[in-house]
T-cell receptor, first 114, second 113 residues
Framework: KQEVTQIPAALSVPEGENLVLNCSFTDSAIYNLQWFRQDPGKGLTSLLLIQSSQREQTSGRLNASLDKSSGRSTLYIAASQPGDSATYLCAVSFYGGSQGNLIFGKGTKLSVKP | ETGVTQTPRHLVMGMTNKKSLKCEQHLGHNAMYWYKQSAKKPLELMFVYNFKEQTENNSVPSRFSPECPNSSHLFLHLHTLQPEDSALYLC????????????FGPGTRLTVT
């Protein structure tokens, strides 16, 4: 079964700290992996998309890495700010039965304290 | 309007009501999706349409009925829902199926009383 797992479920850090969110997936045959941000009661905002052939993507203070062989991705947030507080979702587009549809993890709820 | 829009943003309905959720995308995409997000659970894919044809029905109860009249519009018709159907319903679109980046709307918060 194709699954996506995110650890930790929740994380609280002081402002200014660098942090890493983890995502693992069960099948290395993927099209791509997306990281999203979700604010409470709102929709999803796409942060980074890493294609299967790529190792990492960067946008501002965010850097996402992909290691297909080990089934892992990390989202690195540099110099965290209170405005980064949100739930971060990892989603994987797998080959095979799911036809490329996204499989989501449960998310990591991040709280950045001023 | 840009991106993916959804209406209404909030909906409260009784179990005997019939209502519809609407999604519209202004991105020129050909695939559209309905997801359900319940508390403490991952987002669940409900339906997928590619070039107006339904390609995925993820074992969704028949009280949820999707409609895709064209590549820009997607509806979710609701009837005789249960309280456990209360959730955030999210619409998304992508250029096509098969691993393209998905863009999400703001969602409709549905409460069934």
């Amino acid at each position: 079964k194709q699954e996506v797992t995110q650890i930790p479920a929740a994380l609280s850090v002081p402002e200014g700290e660098n942090l890493v969110l983890n995502c693992s997936f069960t099948d290395s045959a993927i099209y791509n992996l997306q990281w999203f941000r979700q604010d409470p009661g709102k929709g999803l905002t796409s942060l980074l998309l890493i294609q299967s052939s790529q190792r990492e993507q960067t946008s501002g203070r965010l850097n996402a890495s992909l290691d297909k062989s080990s089934g892992r991705s990390t989202l690195y947030i540099a110099a965290s700010q209170p405005g980064d507080s949100a739930t971060y979702l990892c989603a994987v587009s797998f080959y095979g039965g799911s036809q490329g549809n996204l499989i989501f993890g449960k998310g990591t709820k991040l709280s950045v304290k001023p | 309007e840009t991106g993916v829009t959804q209406t209404p943003r909030h909906l409260v309905m009784g179990m005997t009501n019939k209502k519809s959720l609407k999604c519209e995308q202004h991105l020129g995409h050909n695939a559209m999706y309905w997801y359900k997000q319940s508390a403490k659970k991952p987002l669940e894919l409900m339906f997928v349409y590619n070039f107006k044809e339904q390609t995925e029905n993820n074992s969704v109860p028949s009280r949820f009925s999707p409609e895709c009249p064209n590549s820009s519009h997607l509806f979710l018709h609701l009837h005789t829902l249960q309280p456990e159907d209360s959730a955030l319903y999210l619409c998304a679109s992508s250029q096509s199926m098969g691993g393209y980046e998905q863009y999400f709307g703001p969602g409709t918060r549905l409460t069934v009383t």
